[in-house]
Antibody, heavy 120, light 110 residues
Framework: QLLLQESGPGLVKPSETLSLTCTVSGGSITSGSYYWGWIRQPPGKDPEWMGSIFYSGSTYESPSLKSRVTISVDTSKNQFSLKLSSVTAADTALYYC????????????WGQGTLVTVSS | QSALTQPPSASGSPGQSVTISCTGTSSDVGRYDYVSWYQHHPGKAPKLIIYEVTQRPSGVPDRFSGSKSGNTASLTVSGLQAEDEADYFCSSYAGINPVIFGGGTKLTVL
């Protein structure tokens, strides 16, 4: 059974960089034609896809976040990571990682999510 | 304003059927057969229950079904059970911004 788990600081100061890692277990991040994505949901707002990465390192990001998002992959650790720069309170959200099938645009499975609060 | 519009709430009694709508535009839901639905029990990982409008992943009960007409996709839950009480949200491929989501619908089993 493929499982994904997000990890990282739960509190980030404004203007700093948010960093999260997703650890994949129960399967290899290099198998299949899957991408690995990040989705976030601010309190009371819609989920928002942030970007996705293929194990080769090929990425694509949401146009609205592209200038601040960096997604990377470490196949030796079966992990992929998210960095979001210059954060503000508006970046406070539940952050999820998920396996992404971009050809038909669905995500499965998802991690449980991790809450990141941006506050001084 | 949500990219995809869903009713904030829906409800039904055990054994009944409930349908949740997801309305987009001719640039997303109306243009592509790439609508998916997720079930989310708070505190747990969201779960894919429908993809490509009508397809059910292995292990998802056939009580869950999806459809689409024009710019509106729908999720129908038949034979409601207590464990179906959860948040349900939709997503769609949308071209340049590859994934957009709905705001979610809280389903209550009365």
């Amino acid at each position: 059974q493929l499982l994904l788990q997000e990890s990282g600081p739960g509190l980030v100061k404004p203007s700093e960089t948010l960093s999260l890692t997703c650890t994949v277990s129960g399967g290899s991040i290099t198998s299949g034609s899957y991408y690995w994505g990040w989705i976030r949901q601010p309190p009371g707002k819609d989920p928002e896809w942030m970007g996705s990465i293929f194990y080769s390192g090929s990425t694509y990001e949401s146009p609205s976040l592209k200038s601040r998002v960096t997604i990377s992959v470490d196949t030796s650790k079966n992990q992929f990571s998210l960095k979001l720069s210059s954060v503000t309170a508006a970046d406070t959200a539940l952050y999820y990682c998920a396996r992404h099938i971009p050809t038909s645009s669905w995500f499965d499975p998802w991690g449980q999510g991790t809450l990141v609060t941006v506050s001084s | 304003q949500s990219a995809l519009t869903q009713p904030p709430s829906a409800s039904g009694s055990p054994g009944q059927s409930v349908t949740i709508s997801c309305t987009g535009t001719s640039s997303d839901v109306g243009r592509y057969d790439y609508v998916s639905w997720y079930q989310h029990h708070p505190g747990k990982a969201p779960k894919l229950i429908i993809y490509e409008v009508t397809q059910r992943p292995s292990g998802v009960p056939d009580r869950f079904s999806g459809s689409k007409s024009g710019n509106t996709a729908s999720l129908t839950v038949s034979g409601l059970q207590a464990e179906d009480e959860a948040d349900y949200f939709c997503s769609s491929y949308a071209g340049i911004n590859p994934v957009i989501f709905g705001g979610g619908t809280k389903l209550t089993v009365l």
